[in-house]
């Protein structure tokens, strides 16, 4: 029986099928389905007029309804993401309980309770699957301007070891250079130290990498650090590897520990070399700073709102245990905590110090800073000199 055939049988059955008893139904059923040669199911759903219904309106979804269907929870999430620079989900998961209080304020929204609630429960796995439309990846580039200074190499010892990540006040340090596409010249460079234990950011930024620009810059980051210096290390540099700077360490009544790395082994410093992409280059980009001005324009943004807004709003994971299994390694990282709630965890940190941190943060906004911060950026980078073509093209194609 060809299509149009059975299609007739069916509507001339159908209007029989509805009126009759169940063992009436059961007999025409048995019927239609020898004579069409249907699966028993699929001719009770044409029978009783189902498939229409199902392909107007779809499949019933099976399971628990969706809690996140609400598109106002993927605006809020997708918001609060990109005001943090698009970070990963554990790490979004752990600032929204941070960011929320201020959302209504600030956007002019009416969050309800219950829609405030599923925020801050929602999970890591479920923030990935409502930001896979919106997600978007990038690819920069950009120099190496490290150069062996060998003058003090034999005053400085290596260190390859760990420090003790448990206590404020061990510190990398590195320098980002915005250089552009050559290290011709003079340009600013960005001096970046980093707390192992509570992952305290500090920037400075110097024009040229003269050795008293730099000790000028380490000198300003300690005065503002919240806990004091215990040791000190850095790569083989020459802006680093310096009588001023080793001086300025070990003449001192409390000597700091002033250590370096191999040479050219940049993960005996993979913390504060990780911090230098998110921290610096995910903001400010591989453009050259050719300007002396831009150095006191950047001073002015990382002293104020910029160190406010990483330090007390932006969080970031600590790597716990790594372990080998078989081909693989497996790492074990610890939730995700801003620098100020791991220094409040810290019992080395006196209670004045943890009260008048706590004083600033109650002044602070995260979306006002993440505002000003942008805003600062793209002034800095309307004076930067552009890119190449030739870099751009590479950045943009797929």
Not at 83 to 109: D, E, G, I, Q, V
Not at 285 to 292: I, L, M, T, V
């Amino acid at each position: 029986m060809g299509i149009n055939g059975k299609r007739e049988y069916l509507s001339a059955i159908r209007e029989r099928y509805k009126s009759a008893t169940k063992k009436q139904k059961r007999k025409i059923l048995d019927e239609f389905c020898c004579v069409c040669e249907y699966n028993r199911k699929y001719a009770i759903q044409l029978l009783n007029g189902l498939r229409k219904r199902l392909k107007r309106f779809g499949k019933r979804h099976k399971g628990r309804p969706k809690k996140y269907a609400d598109p106002v929870l993927l605006e809020v999430i997708k918001r609060i993401w990109i005001a943090l620079n698009l970070p990963c989900s554990k790490r979004l998961k752990s600032a929204l309980p941070l960011w929320l209080p201020f959302y209504n304020t600030y956007f002019r929204a009416n969050l309800t309770q219950e829609q405030s609630s599923l925020l801050l429960s929602i999970s890591s796995s479920t923030i990935d699957r409502l930001m896979v439309p919106v997600r978007a990846s990038a690819h920069k580039f950009g120099l190496c301007t490290t150069k062996p200074g060998s003058l003090l190499k034999q005053h400085v010892p290596i260190n390859t070891d760990q420090w003790d990540e448990t206590r404020p006040g061990f510190l990398e340090a590195d320098t980002v250079a915005h250089c552009g596409t050559t290290t011709e010249g003079m340009y600013v460079l960005t001096v970046n130290c980093i707390d192992l234990a509570t992952s305290w950011r500090e920037q400075r930024a110097v024009w040229g990498k003269g050795e008293r620009g730099i000790l000028a810059a380490l000198q300003d980051i300690e005065q503002t650090l919240p806990f004091p210096i215990l040791g000190f290390d850095c790569d083989n540099g020459s802006e680093f590897l310096n009588w001023h700077i080793h001086k300025y360490y070990t003449d001192r009544p409390q000597p700091v520990k002033y250590t370096r790395s191999r040479p050219y082994h940049k993960n005996d410093n993979a913390h504060v070399e990780e911090k230098n992409w998110t921290l610096v280059r995910q903001y400010l980009g591989y453009q050259r700073f050719s300007k002396p001005n831009l150095a006191e324009q950047l001073n002015d943004l990382y002293c104020s709102q910029w160190r406010l807004l990483l330090n007390f709003f932006i969080p970031s994971t600590k790597l716990i245990s790594k372990q080998r299994v078989g081909a693989k390694i497996k790492k074990v990282y610890d939730k995700p905590l801003t620098p100020f709630q791991r220094l409040l965890q810290c019992p080395e940190i006196p209670t004045t110090t943890k009260d008048y941190l706590n004083s600033v943060l109650s002044k602070l906004n995260p979306f006002i800073l993440q505002k000003i911060v942008k805003n600062k950026i793209l002034a800095i980078l309307k004076q930067a000199d552009p890119l190449p073509r030739y870099i751009l093209q590479q950045v943009d194609s797929p």
